[in-house]
């Protein structure tokens, strides 16, 4: 049953079908604190069409961008809930560098929580935001050009092994 519903969920997905928006929804949901990277998905557009380049790092970029915010708001709705919590060493850092800290929402592992810890802070909204989309743009824009330099053979290979592994 859940491997059905995954197998479809991929077919749904796939980027030469959908593209753009697949790349929008898989950038959303992998900046909640769900673990999913939305990189392949970008790099799989862009490399089915390079002409999408800039429309998929700007449509990634905004999907990011909004799924931080979505935690931001989780985390200042939850503040209350876990008011305990605030002596941890993340909130004085949170609280000392401000908005800024957003910058980092791009790092894999800790960017999500970083965004929902401003919003339990209350740190400016906007600011807030458009640090994130600064910083998520530029991991989008990094990311995407540097595995375009990655020759095609060995994109091969890798498929090749994974579906060895696969079956």
Known sequence: MIETAVL??????????????????IAFVSATLVPLG?????????????????????VATVGNTLGGAVDYLIGY????A???ERQSR???WLAKYGSKTMLLSWVPGIGDP????????HLPF??????MAIGKFGRYLTMTAALLYVPDGFWKRVGDMITQVTG
């Open 8 to 25: 479809w969920l991929l077919k749904v997905l796939a980027a030469p079908t959908v593209g753009l928006t697949s790349v929008f929804l």
């Open 38 to 58: 939305s990189e392949p998905a970008v790099f799989a557009v862009v490399k089915a069409n390079e002409a999408m380049f800039w429309p998929a790092i700007l």
């Open 77 to 80: 709705r939850a503040k209350i």
């Open 82 to 84: 876990f008011a305990r």
């Open 90 to 92: 993340w909130f004085g």
């Open 114 to 121: 970083l965004c929902t810890l401003a919003g339990w802070l």
């Open 126 to 131: 906007w600011p807030s935001v458009m640090y």
